[in-house]
């Protein structure tokens, strides 16, 4: 055999064992954590609270609590993200303030989630003096998943020919209605993109939430956005680290962690459904 | 080189245009006649393109680029500041060289535009889908698929929904650079003929790099060298008996 072929092979077999891999991890992770689970779920673990200093009941709160935080998230940094990735990419003159505003939102990108958490803390808790509570915790975890958004969009944007731009423009259709009717629309799947990883993101923190929003317990169901909320991930946290029955929960804590992923996997894939569908609809 | 006197639509005056640094025109000082054809021909990155997107201010979307001289459309210069560059272009239409559809249905196509300045009824918008349709002579072959994407026509068929789209506009001036560069044979007669006919309403000003397109279509050809205009003449004279060498030397192919 030729060495060309030998070099080809052996880059092959590198990609496939690459890939090989990371299935393999993905797989593992979610059948450990579904064989440990799938014991405590059940219909009432999904609807009731916690009771008994929370060694029995269910997770119900911190479904919702969860939920709501994420939503806020989604609700605050879409809008923001898909603003911001519209001036950077179609209004700003490209150049050395652009050129900032990028190394800024890549900068903020791989800020430590707990930094997040602390500045949440520090601006909208204390400062603002929201208190720990669901408005703090999705504006917090909206910033935390802002660049993800904003960068998904930018290059969701930047995918939508430029003809397309011209094409509109030169009817004589101004430049706004021209990026609302014709740059947004095609861009959105890109964007959707962007957004399911968003998600995922703030579904899955801890860090950001625990100052913010996150109560160790409560019973009662958030009223308005000023109530404080248990989470998944957080109950995670405080099961497996604070309690006085840490094995005892075991089962609870893998249970409630197969809640979260199902949920992270729910949400990305009603995104993807969604996302296909507007594809279909486009047709180029 | 002619000067149009009367029923002049577009009157450009020592026109320089620079991209950046870079002098893509110099003292270009042209007139339009009014529902005349004028072929702007010359080589490859003479500046034609650069001319055509001038005169409906398409050039402004293009960062550090610069205009001086006058363009006078209806007497006044679409360069003063107080001109709205988007009212220009509802005026002046362009057709691309690649065709560009959106993608939509046909029928959204034709009406994106008109619906944005207003045009809300349905009847008026159906109306004016089959009148744009048939002066770009695709009515016969669209007029069942107006739902169906535009993106699934054939090249030529693109190109007319892309001039059908551009008319529905009610411009009185059409751009076209190139636009049957990429079709065969019969689309590009097609379009030939459809020029022909719709020079009747309005002022077409093309720019191409067929030799007997120009020759086929145009009242006046102007010929571009290296970002200056050398020759502006009525086409026959231009084909003919040109005044300068270089526009015979560019005409015959013993340019180089
Ligand atoms: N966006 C741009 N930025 C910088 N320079 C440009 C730009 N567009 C065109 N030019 C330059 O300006 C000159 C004229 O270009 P233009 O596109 O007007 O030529 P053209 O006559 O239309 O050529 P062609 O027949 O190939 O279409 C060329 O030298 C080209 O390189
Ligand atoms: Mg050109």
């Known amino acids: 055999m030729k060495w060309r072929y030998i070099k080809q092979n052996l880059f092959f077999g590198a990609v496939r064992l690459s890939a090989l891999t990371i299935t393999t991890a993905v797989v593992a992770i979610l059948f450990y954590i579904f064989v440990n689970g799938i014991s405590v779920i059940s219909w009432d673990f999904l609807t009731l609270p916690p009771r008994d200093a929370m060694t029995k009941g269910g997770i119900m709160p911190a479904i919702l609590g969860t939920v709501y935080l994420t939503s806020g998230?989604?609700?605050?940094?879409?809008?923001?993200?898909?603003?911001?990735?519209?001036?950077?990419?179609?209004y700003a003159k490209q150049g050395l303030v652009v050129r900032i505003i990028r190394v800024g939102v890549n900068c903020l990108a791989g800020v430590p989630s707990i930094v997040f958490g602390l500045f949440g803390l520090g601006l909208f808790v204390v400062f603002l003096q929201f208190g720990s509570c669901i408005l703090s915790g999705a504006?917090?975890?909206?910033?935390?998943i802002l660049p993800t958004i904003i960068g998904a969009s930018e290059e969701a944007l930047k995918a939508v020919p430029q003809t397309f731009r011209e094409a509109s423009l030169a009817l004589g259709v101004a430049k706004w209605q021209t990026i609302y009717r014709i740059v947004l629309p095609n861009a959105l799947p890109g964007i959707m993109t962007g957004s399911i990883l968003g998600i995922?993101?703030?579904?899955?923190?801890t860090a950001p939430i625990m100052f913010t929003a996150a109560a160790f317990?409560?019973?009662k169901l958030p009223a308005s956005i000023f109530d404080e909320v248990m989470a998944l991930p957080y109950h995670i946290y405080v099961l497996a680290t604070a309690g006085t029955h840490i094995e005892e929960t075991r089962p609870i804590q893998y249970g409630t962690a197969l809640m979260l992923v199902a949920l992270v996997l729910g949400i990305d894939l009603i995104a993807i459904i969604i996302?296909?569908?507007?594809?279909?609809?486009?047709?180029? | 080189m002619v000067t149009i006197q009367d029923n002049c639509?577009?009157?450009?005056?020592?026109?320089?245009?620079?991209?950046?640094?870079?002098r893509a025109l110099t003292d270009i000082s042209m007139d339009f006649e009014k529902n005349r054809v004028t072929a702007l021909i010359g080589p490859s990155g003479c500046g034609k393109s650069t001319l055509l997107r001038l005169l409906n201010r398409m050039n402004d979307l293009i960062d550090g680029s610069r205009v001086e001289g006058e363009v006078v459309f209806e007497g006044k210069n679409i360069y003063d500041q107080d001109i709205d560059p988007v009212e220009i272009r509802r005026r002046i239409g362009m057709v691309f060289q690649k065709p560009n559809p959106f993608p939509k249905s046909i029928f959204n196509n034709i009406t994106y535009g008109p619906r944005l300045v207003g045009v809300r009824?349905?009847?008026?918008?159906?109306?004016?889908?089959?009148?744009?349709?048939?002066?770009?002579?695709?009515?016969?072959?669209?007029?069942?698929?107006?739902?169906?994407?535009?993106?699934?026509?054939?090249?030529?068929?693109?190109?007319?929904?892309?001039?059908?789209?551009?008319?529905?506009m009610k411009p009185d001036v059409l751009l076209m650079d190139e636009p049957t560069s990429a079709l065969d044979p019969i689309s590009t007669a097609k379009i030939e003929e459809l020029i022909e006919d719709l020079k009747k309403r309005y002022t077409i000003i093309i720019v191409t790099h067929n030799m007997q397109q120009a020759a086929r279509i145009s009242n006046?050809?102007?010929?571009?060298?290296?970002?200056?205009?050398?020759?502006?003449?009525?086409?026959?004279?231009?084909?003919?008996?040109p005044d300068v060498r270089q526009t015979e030397d560019y005409i015959t192919g013993r340019f180089g």
């Open chain 2, 9 to 22: 639509i577009i009157k450009v005056r020592n026109v320089d245009f620079y991209y950046g640094k870079f």
């Open chain 1, 200 to 205: 995922g993101r703030a579904a899955g923190e």
């Open chain 2, 220 to 241: 006046y050809t102007g010929f571009f060298y290296l970002g200056k205009l050398i020759e502006y003449n009525p086409t026959e004279k231009i084909f003919t008996t």
């Open chain 1, 139 to 144: 504006l917090t975890l909206g910033f935390l």
């Open chain 1, 73 to 90: 998230a989604i609700i605050i940094a879409l809008p923001l993200g898909v603003i911001s990735a519209i001036y950077l990419n179609e």
């Open chain 1, 275 to 284: 996302r296909s569908y507007i594809r279909r609809n486009r047709r180029w």
């Open chain 2, 121 to 168: 009824k349905k009847s008026d918008l159906e109306a004016l889908v089959e009148q744009s349709l048939r002066q770009a002579s695709l009515w016969d072959e669209a007029k069942d698929i107006l739902g169906q994407s535009a993106m699934m026509l054939s090249g030529g068929q693109q190109q007319r929904v892309c001039i059908a789209r551009a008319l529905a």
């Open chain 1, 217 to 219: 317990y409560t019973s």
